[in-house]
């Protein structure tokens, strides 16, 4: 999934219905937070970035869930589910008198028809559901059951994630992809989570409330306001003015240092599976040659660039299976290595190219979607890969919209992107990028036979020493193919108010709203 930061403090006091006028006073239940992030498109079969993922977390509710802060997979629209002995048939039984916040009843039929549509709209996230379901069948009302092209271990993680959320069949069209609310029948999200939505200002402000109706938890608040910010600076000083409650997702490195220093917040951090790395178009001219990958690769220094753009707050990645989870090995570092110069030169010799006639080609990179370091992270990149004295780089950027669009549409050859998993689990950190199906969602368009193989028979393997064997077999293979290049593995932070609690950093990166509130 795509690709960061959280800020904490006061409060703004919106004019909306029952609320007072805005202000800097802290109202009681209600929580606003600060992001430079944007939402995307506000549909399940389309969104595949984390911010939009966010806030499906809190609207929607997946068959399987994962508690706040927690790890291990609960019970959610399904009291329960039961698998067949050949592990291709997942049949969910789910709880009884469940409805969306518009009176719509939820069944067994609510799931198929929406992983139908998923399936058939064949957007960006849907290979996480047609790469695994054949088909979904109703078994009655409240029973529906999954049928697995091929046994695939961590299907219930699957499951848990926003691709799989049932939708309303009353609200979403069935053959069509919804940007904005305005588009849903009734003009606003209808879910069946623990908050719904009541105002959405596209990179301005989304207004959620809780939802009496929710079968969970309650929420600690009554409303969430997210604030959307141009850049990180406006965004700091929002919160030394108490406008909002917290940031996250992103500061600036140099403004999370200072903040550090002050008494007068409270910073909360996550060190999780969260990377950025860089992407190669693997089908399209130069990059079609992996020599070519294998020497861009090859002038990524890692820990200056920790220095420089994240003052330390960020570590050197060598895989991309990040550090922590199983199978993580760190061929990078010992294959084509950091700023390996003679390599480069090497490699770009037997492609003809030299000191005088040059190796150019653009880097893009999205200027705010990751945070105001982005241009920072490009610089010294281009910097390291000229340092070779044979490479040429232009470095190009766009807003995300476009950004994303740009690389589905092979209109960039190499970029800059980040990764926050839909599933703990390495094959998403190598299916992903490296699969045929899911490279394309990617814009990086590898596709191997031999890959794909070897993809398959990990999600089939539930032996784990057999399956790490897989992983530490592809992540070797990676720095020869190099359909990507990882970069570093992130540290979230939250900077809060002091009176702020209750916010949960999971290994997961889901991100609840729920156990949010304001200390007396």
């Not at 719509?104 to 139908?116: E, L, N, P, R, Y």
């Not at 241009?375 to 000229?386: I, P």
């Not at 092979?410 to 490279?439: E, H, I, Q, R």
């Not at 992983?471 to 990882?486: G, H, L, N, R, S």
Request: proline share 6%.
């Amino acid at each position: 999934m795509r690709v960061w930061k959280f800020t904490v403090l006061g409060l703004v006091v919106l004019c909306l219905a029952f609320m007072p006028a805005v202000g800097s006073a802290a109202q009681k239940d209600t929580i606003v937070y600060g992001t430079t992030e944007k939402v995307s498109d506000m549909d399940t079969a389309k969104a595949y970035d984390f911010h939009t993922w966010e806030i499906f977390y809190n609207v929607y509710q997946g068959l399987l869930s994962y508690p706040p802060g927690g790890t291990k997979l609960v019970p959610g629209l399904a009291e329960s589910y039961a698998v067949s002995k050949d592990g291709k048939e997942y049949t969910f039984k789910l709880r009884k008198g469940l409805k969306f916040t518009d009176g719509t009843s939820f069944d067994a039929g609510v799931v198929k028809w929406s992983i139908d549509r998923t399936m058939a709209l064949k957007s960006d996230p849907s290979w996480l559901v047609s790469d695994f379901v054949d088909k979904v069948v109703v078994v009655d009302p409240l029973h529906v059951k999954f049928v697995l092209k091929n046994p695939v271990s961590y299907f219930p993680s699957l499951v848990a994630s926003p691709p799989y959320y049932p939708l309303n069949p009353k609200v979403y069209p069935k053959d069509k992809l919804v940007r904005d609310p305005s588009e849903l029948k009734g003009g606003n999200l209808v879910g069946i989570g623990p908050y719904k939505v009541i105002s959405f200002k596209r990179d301005q402000e989304v207004v959620l409330v809780a939802n009496p109706q929710f079968y969970g938890p309650k929420p600690k608040n009554q409303r969430i306001v997210i604030r959307y910010f141009a850049d990180a600076t406006t965004m700091r000083l929002a919160l030394e003015k108490g406008e909002i409650d917290f940031a996250f997702k992103t500061l600036n490195p140099s403004d999370i240092k200072d903040l550090q220093k002050s008494k007068k917040y409270q910073i909360v951090t996550g060190q999780g599976p969260f990377i950025r790395y860089l992407c190669f178009q693997c089908d399209t001219k130069p990059f079609n040659d992996k020599v070519l990958r294998q020497a861009v690769a090859a002038a990524i220094n890692r820990k200056p660039i920790m220095e420089k753009v994240y003052l330390g707050q960020n570590e050197p990645l060598y895989s991309m299976v990040p550090k922590g989870m199983w199978s993580h090995s760190e061929d990078f570092k010992t294959t084509l290595g950091d700023g390996n110069i003679k390599l480069i030169k090497k490699l770009l010799k037997a492609k003809g190219y030299s000191e005088t006639n040059k190796f150019a080609f653009d880097l893009w990179y999205t200027p705010s979607h990751y945070g105001d370091s982005e241009v920072d992270l490009a610089a010294v990149l281009k910097q390291q890969m000229e340092a070779s004295g044979v490479m040429k780089v232009n470095v190009k950027s766009a807003e995300w919209a476009t950004f994303r669009d740009n690389y589905v549409n092979k209109a960039m050859k190499t970029y800059l992107l980040g990764w926050y998993p839909d599933y703990l689990d390495p094959d998403n950190y190598t299916a992903a990028f490296a699969g045929t199906v899911g490279s394309r969602g990617n814009g990086i368009y590898f596709s191997n036979p031999t890959w794909d193989k070897m993809f398959n028979q990990a999600q089939r393997e539930t032996d784990m020493k057999k399956r790490t064997a897989i992983y530490q077999k592809i992540q070797k293979m990676w720095t020869d193919e190099v359909p990507t290049a990882p970069i570093f593995q992130g540290t979230l932070y939250v900077v809060t108010q002091k009176d702020i609690k209750g916010i949960m950093l999971s290994p997961t990166l889901q991100f609840n709203y729920g156990p949010i509130y304001r200390a007396k």
